[in-house]
């Protein structure tokens, strides 16, 4: 099927076809049509399986099609996204789409200055992209105004209401036309989903092309069961043994992500961190210096999770398992993107063992092990004496030097002149 099948014009097409975009994907030969009959469309679909023109491109149909002008400080189509990477990246996409056209996107953010924002809008824009805690900064201060927004897509829903977004959304909804087209789009379907639904969309068609919890078929995934004292060496031991491969390390703090850039960089391997405590300036320093190589380590906060897309990614670490166990699957999903193949390595301690049950049981399976043996309830319930005080006991029996170890928890403490030079070279 190709995209004038779907019932897309012909300029729309050209655009495509500029942007090297030939053929559509599942979720949108099956989002595509229902959308631009006027539906509303709830769709559930992996992360890089091309949602963004799913609802983009009938958004821009019905733009074209109804060729009016925005009035000024109003948007006729709202994009509601949880991060600030994935806002910019579906405005560049939508970009693309408009190119050579009257139509005008505007995306509005956290992490820089509001008022250049704020004149951004004073003359009106066709779509907006914008994360909802900005938005409603805009709200206040009169420089938006959503009465002509006959269009929302809630893209990521389920990272909105993991993010809790949902008290954002429930302050912008009323100020939008109640007879509006909305489409929501979500990676994965929580219980919270359907009830969502049921607010903001009225009958709408549902489409669906992966089942919620399914990792890529590309994704080579393995977990090693290591101390957490010891993830430092082995991380860094993985990482240099793909010197030069784009790597995105995910850990669970913003404090936590910056101390690991700078063990890595510290250790001879280049590495940059982005979270939400960085300015959006920083925050695309880094995203560059990941992309054209200069540090080919990405360490982030769950912020990264869906909101980058970058085909290069070779591998992604969890270095720290995430609390919600469906987040796993967009962290792996950053790699294996566009067709390519990509690895997922998963870094657990003792403690981190009812974290990864929750995982298992979202993706069905067990992740094959490449090191160590699975944490016993014994060494669980021991977990906080042997991490006590820094160094602790070599619980995973690894040291910096090849990852096959073992975790029976009978080998000895290591001598204090090993422990000390452990520390130093992680």
Partial sequence: MDFDMLGLKPRLIAALDEMGIKDPTPIQKQAIPPALEGRDVMGLAQTGTGKTAAFGLPLVQHLFEDNARPAPRTARALILAPTRELVNQIAESLDGYIKGTHLKVARVVGGVGINPQIKRMERGVDLLVATPGRLIDLLDRGAVNLGASHFLVLDEADQMLDMGFIHALRQIAPKLPKERQTLLFSATMPKDMEALAATYLDRPVRVQVAVSGQTADKIEQSIHYIAKAEKPGLLIDLLRAHPGEA?????????????????????????????????????????????????????????????????????????????????????????????????????????????????????????????????TPAQEEAKPKQQRGGGGRRGAGQGRGAPKATNTGARPAAKPGRRRRARHSA
């Fill in 247 to 375: 790597a995105l390390v995910f850990a669970r703090t913003k404090h936590g992500s910056d101390r690991l850039a700078k063990q890595l960089t510290s250790a001879g391997v280049e590495a940059v961190a982005i979270h939400g405590n960085r300015s959006q300036g920083q925050r695309t320093r880094a995203l560059e210096a990941f992309t054209d190589g200069t540090a080919p380590v990405l360490v982030a906060t769950d912020v990264a999770a869906r909101g980058l897309d970058i085909p290069v990614v070779k591998h992604v670490y969890n270095y720290e398992l995430p609390n919600v166990a469906e987040t796993y699957v967009h962290r792996i999903g950053r790699t294996a993107r566009a067709g390519r193949e990509g690895a997922a390595i998963t870094l657990c301690a003792p403690d981190e063992m009812v974290e990864l049950k929750d995982i298992e049981r979202v993706i069905k399976s067990q992740i094959p092990v490449a090191s160590g043996r699975r944490w």
